[in-house]
């Protein structure tokens, strides 16, 4: 097998009796590369995951991770991929360091258990019993698991969840740190703002299927999306019509919003318009784009009207 | 937190052996058992309550004729330390496997390149070694406090400590096995407790095997139980005894036999059925 990607997925498919639960996955991830998979709930991330880490068994299609088919779950392959789990593991009875010590010694070149620990901030924490741990510190030790094999490529399923704000974004450096080093991620995650920060690129799985996959900043066509320009238009305003500027334009409770290609001379003649009616600003003009998260939010809610319709049928 | 990347990977890289790895999961799987309290405290004083109670409540000796008398704790010891090691292998390995396949920790050994054979090895290891304490323990109060004989030759204190590893693997890898008939964890006690609180009482254990009716002794016949049972008289009893209650299976041989064909059986059913990770297929 050719291992010039760190994960290739061709027509990966999986079947729980007659519930088609993955339909058919394309995908190849490079080596170095932050890939975020969002999707809502059941919709497949976690079985494609599990595929990948060797944990379930796939129905049709291939799949190799580092060059190998997960589905055979060889040692030296394990030693080379780093799972944080969904769920933490619990250790009650075991301090930090034992269990990470432990974890350890089932690798063939694992890092230093003292400087993993203390990457993931867990220094202080280091003879602490892990049932003494609050939750996110036990996600730090899970992924602290994750790393001490020293893999090529770590899976992260949800790995910030449960983490406050200032935990997530320590997680985030951990993330970025190991990234340096050239290593490949693949993380799952509810965080919108998490896949944007983290990932060079970022796919959308829904029901299934993998509706897109791009960078964040042009996932779904963003890039290209029509920006909104919106201001307040009282009194001489709102008495006229808004001049024939390049987009569509609507006005609602006082307020217009342009939907256009071209923002910038969009505004150039809003600006003047305005002068011509003693405005020299446009009260409380913005101009946006859509969001990830609107694009995200978008995509699943059209799957969703789509998978009703048929349901109808 | 610092995120000064780890040092770099060594040139040479080769897998722990198995051997070393397996020491590992005993040492951890034996410090565990330790630090759990109230594991510890059930283990090691139940048989022991059953030893004390029951010679209280039992008190008449065994007579079998001129010069044929045992009294009760001489006869019951060889049974309760037979419960006893069953106990601490299979009912414990089954409740608390069941409790780590729902918490997600053999999903997460199953992540890792340990090999499974080191994680039985360890479970195995680690009962054997708890099974030996308690045993020890028994037998101290048995000898000190109830003036119980220890095996009479050096040929029954052999047999004795083989068949007390022996029946301590077969305990432990049927537990391990066992789990798989347990849905979830939380009715863990349910599933194992029943059925072992049953051999108890069929095997020869709580009431003595001759007074036990002819089809109840075929059903404990087909579990390994009533052989540990069996054994442990033989290394402990003289031999008029156990003809007079088992007749021609007395000996070392049947029990030596039958124990290792269910070992073999037991680790077959768990190769075959064990699951690292409880997981509904959706």
Not at chain 1, 119 to 129: F, I, S, Y
Request: hydrophobic content about 50%; glycine content about 8%.
């Amino acid at each position: 097998m050719i291992a010039d990607r760190a994960v290739r997925v061709q027509g990966l498919r999986k079947e729980y009796g007659s519930f088609a639960a993955l339909k058919g996955i394309d995908l190849e991830i490079a080596h170095g590369e932050v890939f975020a998979l969002l999707g809502p709930n059941g919709a497949g991330k976690t079985t494609f995951v599990e595929i990948l880490e060797g944990y379930r068994r796939r129905t049709g299609g291939a799949a190799t991770v580092l060059g190998n088919d997960p589905g055979e779950s060889r040692r030296d392959w394990r030693a080379r991929i780093g799972i944080v789990l969904q769920a933490s593991t619990v250790f009650d009875l075991l301090t930090v360091n034992e269990v990470v010590a432990h974890f350890a010694g089932f690798y063939p070149a694992p890092l230093d258990v003292g400087d993993v620990i203390g990457l993931v901030g867990l220094d202080e924490k280091r003879t602490v019993r892990c049932d003494k741990l609050s939750g996110g510190q036990k996600r730090r030790v899970d992924l602290a698991l994750g790393l001490i094999g020293d893999p090529d490529l770590i899976f992260l399923d949800e790995p910030t969840t449960g983490l406050d704000p200032e935990g997530r974004h320590q997680l985030w450096d951990v993330v970025r740190a190991f990234t340096a080093l050239g290593k490949t991620v693949v993380l799952t995650t509810h965080y919108i703002e998490e896949a944007e920060v983290l990932a060079d690129r970022v796919g959308v799985i829904i029901a299934g299927e993998l509706a897109a996959v791009g960078t964040p900043r042009e996932l779904g066509g963003r890039k290209t999306a029509l920006a909104t320009v919106r201001f307040e238009a009282p009194g001489a305003l709102a008495a006229a019509p808004p001049p024939a500027v390049p987009g569509e334009w609507a006005r609602r409770d006082g307020t217009v919003s342009i939907a256009t290609a071209a923002p910038t001379e969009t505004v150039r003649l809003l600006t003047e318009w305005a002068r011509t009616r003693g405005f020299d600003e446009l009260p409380a003009i913005t101009i946006t784009r859509p969001s990830l998260e609107d694009i995200y939010l978008e995509m699943v809610e059209s799957a969703g009207a789509v998978t009703e319709g048929r349901a109808d049928q | 937190m610092t995120t000064a990347a780890p040092h770099a990977r060594p040139a040479a890289t080769s897998f722990p052996t198995l051997f070393a790895l397996s020491r590992s999961r005993t040492a951890i799987e034996i410090k565990l058992f330790f630090r759990n309290t109230d594991q510890v405290f059930f283990t090691f004083l139940l048989p022991v309550l059953f030893l004390v109670l029951f010679s209280a409540i039992f008190s008449g000796d065994i007579d079998a004729g001129p010069g044929r008398r045992i009294d009760f704790p001489t006869y019951f010891l060889p049974g309760i330390v037979a419960s006893g090691a069953m106990s601490t292998t299979f009912v414990n390995l089954a409740t608390s496997i069941a409790v780590e396949q729902r918490e997600g920790l053999l999903k997460r050994l199953a992540g890792t390149p340990l090999p499974r054979e080191a994680f039985f090895i360890g479970r195995l290891m680690m009962a054997v070694v708890v099974t030996v304490a308690q045993t020890a323990i028994m037998l101290v109060i048995g000898v000190f406090v109830y003036d119980v004989g220890t095996p009479p030759t050096p040929e029954r204190w052999a047999f004795f400590v083989a068949l007390l590893a022996l029946s301590a693997a077969v305990g432990a890898v049927l537990g391990i096995a066992y789990t798989r008939l347990i849905r979830d964890a939380r009715s863990a006690s349910a599933i194992v407790q029943p059925p072992f609180l049953v051999l108890q009482f069929i095997s020869g254990v709580f009431f003595r095997w001759n007074d036990l009716p002819p089809w109840l002794q075929a059903i404990a016949t087909l579990f390994p139980l009533r052989w540990i049972a069996e054994g442990f008289r033989y290394a402990f009893l003289p031999d008029w005894f156990g003809k007079f209650e088992y007749g021609d299976s007395w000996g070392w041989q049947l029990p030596l036999v039958i124990l290792a064909a269910w070992l073999a059986l037991a680790f077959a059913l768990a190769m075959r059925f064990f699951r690292w990770d409880i997981q509904p297929d959706r």
